[in-house]
């Protein structure tokens, strides 16, 4: 059975809204752009932004097979994500599709490895978030 953890004071997690534009670049192009993100701060870990799917174009997106277990979050799915070229970058984004209640906000959201892609620039900046 698979564990559910409630965030407390000793694993905090706190998801906040930014009106900050996120552009993701694979390859030489922005492969993924939005205006606005989740920024998910968990416990100790460098914040992830997690990009509303509703705001991007998803056709370079192709689902994965692949899934994995947070006790915090619950069972994220992925998504490779394909350059201009055709190359296919294996599970680079994950998603939670039914994420537990604590975490409600990033049901859906897409958030990206940024060691599968070139940058990831939140505000016209370069920032590489790692993974959660």
């Keep these: 059975m698979r564990r559910h953890l409630e965030p407390g004071p000793d694993h905090p997690i706190t ?4 009106d900050t534009p996120v552009s993701v670049k694979l390859a030489g192009d922005i492969v993924l752009v939005s205006q ?3 920024e998910l701060r968990e416990a100790a870990y460098p914040p992830v932004a997690y990009l509303p799917r509703t705001d991007i174009d998803l056709s370079r997106l192709i689902r994965s097979d692949h899934t994995s277990w947070c006790p915090y979050k ?3 799915t992925y998504f490779h994500l394909q ?3 055709g190359e296919i970058i294996e599970n680079a984004i994950w998603t939670y599709e039914t994420p537990f209640p604590a975490v409600a906000a990033i049901k859906d959201a897409l958030a990206i ?3 599968k ?3 990831i620039e939140i505000g016209g900046r370069g920032k590489s978030p790692p993974s959660s």
């Design 113 to 115: 490895y940024p060691n």
């Design 83 to 85: 350059t201009a070229s």
């Design 15 to 18: 998801i906040e809204p930014k």
């Design 36 to 38: 606005t993100h989740l």
């Design 117 to 119: 892609v070139d940058a």
């Design 74 to 76: 619950g069972e994220a």
